[in-house]
């Protein structure tokens, strides 16, 4: 186990930073850094702490400060502690700066300001709040992605990260014994995505939830026969309906998420091509 300092020095909220070193950590087996996070540093009376404690506990520094004087004391200051910094985001702007044959504007945080794209999250959020686990099935053509997935197979976290990204994302539960809407397949310009996972794998998760709610498992929630006939009758009504299917087994949210965004911003292509004035 290599354990060490790593200071995450951001100008706004640290958000990006954060995603890009744990990225990049995974990447390394054994490694555990004692994470110092240091946001919205937008002032050199801000920047004196973050040197103070750089000091006391030398390590990496990774930042994404865009100012030019504060960078600069940032930097001299890590060169005269001896300790590396990485400024993570240059070599994109390096890159866009090139391409563009424009310089960056060296604004922080203007990722989060409140504009279009950030209100359409927020009204994303909302739709899939108030649409989760087949909740308002009326509006569900409001949808841009609806998920339909047998139980325990990620479908509400999955929706929350797809509204994170912007999109309009509901979820229906496919329960034994109860038919889907049936309108459902006729939302020809809604992308439906069932999900599924391997019958081992759900009976683990849902055993687990039972001993969580302090249920028995004498019920075919958990019989690991009727979990596969379950999962066999969801494949075989995704393949009858022409709906795309991912297997969330061994993917995370973020992985699932990724999935069905390629397959919606494949959907949008599609359309655009035969389309070219229209498009959703």
């Not at 391409?99 to 203007?110: C, H, I, N, T, V």
């Not at 209100?119 to 409001?142: P, T």
């Amino acid at each position: 186990m290599t354990k060490f300092h790593l200071h995450l020095v951001s100008d706004a909220t640290g958000d990006t930073l954060l995603s890009l070193a744990a990225a990049a950590l995974v990447q390394f087996e054994g490694a555990e850094p004692v994470r110092h996070m240091w946001t919205m540093v937008r002032s050199e009376a801000l920047m004196h702490p973050v040197i103070s404690a750089i000091e006391k506990n030398p390590g990496l520094v990774m930042f994404t400060i865009v100012d030019h004087n504060l960078r600069g004391i940032l930097r001299e200051e890590c060169r005269r502690l001896q300790v590396p910094s990485v400024p993570v985001l240059d070599p994109i702007l390096g890159a866009l700066e090139n391409f563009l044959g424009a310089e960056s504007r060296e604004l922080p945080g203007q990722q989060h300001v409140m504009d279009a794209d950030y209100f359409e999250r927020i009204d994303a959020i909302h739709f899939s709040l108030s649409h989760d686990d087949g909740q308002a099935v009326d509006s569900f053509h409001r949808a841009d992605v609806i998920l339909v997935g047998i139980s325990r197979t990620s479908k509400t976290p999955t929706c929350m990260y797809l509204a994170n990204r912007g999109l309009k994302a509901a979820n229906i539960p496919l329960v034994p014994g109860i038919p889907l809407p049936d309108d459902l397949p006729q939302l020809d310009d809604v992308l439906i995505v069932g999900l599924t996972a391997s019958p081992d794998r759900l009976v683990q998760i849902r055993r687990n939830r039972l001993k969580y709610l302090n249920q028995g498992e004498n019920t075919d929630y958990v019989d690991i026969q009727a979990v596969k006939e379950e999962v066999v009758n969801a494949r075989r009504m995704f393949d009858r309906n022409g709906w795309p299917q991912i297997d969330v087994t061994r993917r995370s949210i973020e992985e699932t998420a990724a999935a069905i965004i390629g397959l919606h911003t494949q959907r949008l292509e599609e359309k655009t091509e035969r389309h070219p004035r229209s498009g959703r």
